[in-house]
């Protein structure tokens, strides 16, 4: 019983994750229909994004180009493929493929692009990990319809999956229904997530005026998206994997005041496992009901509805995880930011420069946190620091910082794995620099490879290999022994 094996297993899934409308650009290209990304304008840290409902001249739009992967993907994929890569986390463009989101026919030149970056990843055996929605729903259907408000969502997904998944089953085997859809719980989420219009002001944060009742409806509507797609893609390929995906929110009771323990307890509940409960178990927990209850929201279910959800269980357990927060049940705290939501300072952290508190252990808490409920096998799908890059005068880009960062995750993995935690991938966000989701800036980088391009939209767009590149590609051939 002495020996603790803190390994990770043969096979295990190292790569790097990304989504379509903050990587590809070409938002206009292909036959490509805009999506609720494409209209968003760049924001910072202090001033939220806005979306503006008709394209304005002279307004800067960063998604619209991103970093031109849609152009230069053969060469950013051979690079992920010079560091190693298992697998390549990705999203598919939904208005790619469905323009309007409501098309009859799906767009050719689309499948078209997705065959190709598949052929290529194909090339190197890099295993594509296949979000179908990232942020990035058609904006025809946020304005038509007003977004996942509308049942009618469910079945133009439903049948964007289908295309999807008879076009690719051969290529993909690893598909995620929604990126972080639990940010439905959150105000943010809003529009990012739920494509619902926002107020005329158009801005998104968790400041705007909230309509829970529409976000979780929203919410009960992709659930049931995701059930159909779930069971649908086994029918198409039995082989298909097919996960969850949930932005982790690691809410740590502030004090051990037994008000806070028990606030903590009842955020991890609603924020995270409301959604997981749904998707990997296939029925609303009672929390959620009470909560439902308590707040005069009323869940509009058809018939069927508890049916399909116990039918469209997932095969895995995929989530983000960047940082945690503390809670109190005093107002009187003072908050900062953080990923989708606001949470308290940690007196025993430290904080990104975009004010988001570091917390590897918090990553082993998380996993173990999750695989005592689901036992089912997890995969960390994006982890990384959101940092400014300084190019010396030799063309270097040391960013030790980030390294220091994925060090300390990587071997909380490793503790986690020790503590019986059935882990299978870890892709960290934003392997290669792209625009962010929150502020839509440039300079907040996550890469392995630098990106040239700034804040503003100028740059050669060319690649730079920063020293994180190497000391990946390292801990990739040793399976995460080499850590140094
Ligand atoms: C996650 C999203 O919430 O965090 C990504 O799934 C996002 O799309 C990532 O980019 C990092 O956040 P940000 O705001 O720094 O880009």
Redesign the pocket.
Known sequence: MNNILKKFPEGFLWGGST?AN?LEGGYNEGGKGLSIADVLTAGTNTTPRRITPVLEDGTYYPNHEAIDFYHRYKEDIKLFAEMGFKTFRMSIAWSRIFPNGDDEKPNEEGLKFYDDVFAELKKYNIEPLVTIS??ETPFNLAKKYNGWADRRLVDFYVKYCEVIFNRYKNVVKYWLTF??IN?LTMPFGTFMAGAIMPDEDGEISNNIKDNEQLRYQALHHQFIASAKAVKLGHDINKDFKIGCMI?YMCSYPLTCNPEDVLLAQQKDNLNNFLCSDVQVRGAYPGFAKRYFAEKNINIVMEENDEQILKEGCVDFYTF?Y?MSNCVSADPNQEEIGG??VMGLKNPYLKSSD?GWQIDPKGLRWALNNIYNRYQIPVMVV?NGL?AVDVIEEDGSINDDYRIDYLREHIKQMKEAIADGVDLIGYTP??CID?V????GEMK?R?GFIYVDKDNEGNGTLNRLKKKSFYWYKKVIETNGEDLV
Do not use: I, V
């Not at 962010?436 to 502020?439: E, I, K, L, V």
């Open positions: 989504a903050q990232h942020y990126n972080e940010a932005a983000s960047y990923n989708l975009w994006e959101g966000w934003g792209l962010s989701a929150s502020t907040k996550y």
